[in-house]
């Protein structure tokens, strides 16, 4: 009897110390989590694409665009001041260098929106693909814990 009820006391500790932590981190860090692997998801099967190792597919490739575009559109709103600490990747660097982060979204949308007018083919896939990925990559390096 009274191992069932310590069992369920311990449970309840555990459970309130882990739904603290969940409602202590911003909510705009699980929203910007979830838009930035849709993108990751997306690109994955386009990034094997470029190396070769999948066949060409231009309805994944403008889905995948159509993943960037819509999400770099929304992703600067979810970089608020209370957003810094928690469970995040995101470097102090963005809340230093604010503007130029919502320029690399706001470059990464549009290149991405261009891209998917403008990739037709295989051979404009290599062309401008590796445009717009490159942006992904920039970031990372300078905004992202490793």
């Known amino acids: 009897m009274i191992r069932p009820?310590?069992?369920a006391a311990v449970l309840a500790v555990v459970?309130?110390?882990?739904?603290?932590?969940?409602?202590?981190?911003s909510p705009a860090?699980?929203?910007?989590?979830?838009?930035?692997?849709?993108?990751?998801?997306?690109?994955g099967p386009v990034g094997k694409m470029l190396r070769g190792d999948d066949a060409f597919d231009l309805a994944k490739v403008q889905a995948a665009l159509g993943v960037i575009a819509a999400n770099t559109?929304?992703?600067?709103?979810?970089?608020?001041?209370?957003s810094q600490t928690g469970d995040t990747k995101?470097?102090?660097?963005?809340?230093?260098?604010?503007?130029?982060?919502?320029?690399?979204?706001?470059?990464?949308?549009?290149?991405?929106?261009?891209a998917g007018l403008a990739i037709t083919d295989e051979a404009s896939f290599?062309?401008?693909?590796?445009?717009v990925l490159g942006n992904c990559g920039a970031c990372h390096q300078n905004y992202r814990a490793k």
């Open 5 to 7: 009820f310590l069992l």
């Open 15 to 25: 459970t309130t110390q882990m739904s603290t932590q969940a409602w202590a981190d």
């Open 29 to 43: 860090i699980g929203v910007r989590k979830a838009l930035l692997k849709e993108m990751g998801q997306a690109s």
């Open 73 to 82: 559109a929304k992703l600067p709103e979810f970089f608020p001041e209370d």
């Open 90 to 114: 995101a470097l102090p660097a963005i809340w230093q260098n604010k503007a130029d982060v919502v320029g690399r979204f706001g470059k990464l949308h549009q290149e991405a929106s261009a």
């Open 126 to 131: 290599k062309a401008e693909m590796p445009k």
